[in-house]
C-alpha cells in the first residue's frame, strides 16, 4: 500500500518550497493537512494535484 500522507517537511522537500510557503498554501486551502496528535501531515493527494497545477499553467504560459 502506497503513503497517502507524508510530513511537512517531505513535502516541502517534493514541492521545492520552505516551511513558510507550505503553511501559507496549507491556510489558503490549496494543500490538504491533517492533524494526528501533534503531528500535521500533508495529504500526498493535494502535493501532486498542486504539482499538476502548476506544471499546466507553466506549460500553457510558455
Known amino acids: 500500500m502506497k503513503p497517502i500522507l507524508?510530513?511537512?517537511a517531505d513535502?516541502?522537500?517534493m514541492l521545492a518550497i520552505g516551511r513558510?510557503?507550505?503553511s501559507e498554501l496549507i491556510s489558503q486551502g490549496e494543500l490538504e493537512s491533517v492533524r494526528i496528535g501533534a503531528r500535521?501531515?500533508?495529504k500526498i493527494a493535494s502535493v501532486?494535484?498542486?504539482a499538476?497545477?502548476?506544471s499546466d499553467e507553466q506549460t500553457v504560459g510558455a
Do not use: G, H, N, P
Open 11 to 13: 513535502a516541502c522537500e
Open 40 to 42: 500535521r501531515l500533508v
Open 20 to 22: 513558510t510557503k507550505l
Open 6 to 8: 507524508c510530513s511537512q
Open 48 to 50: 501532486m494535484r498542486l
Open 52 to 54: 499538476e497545477v502548476e
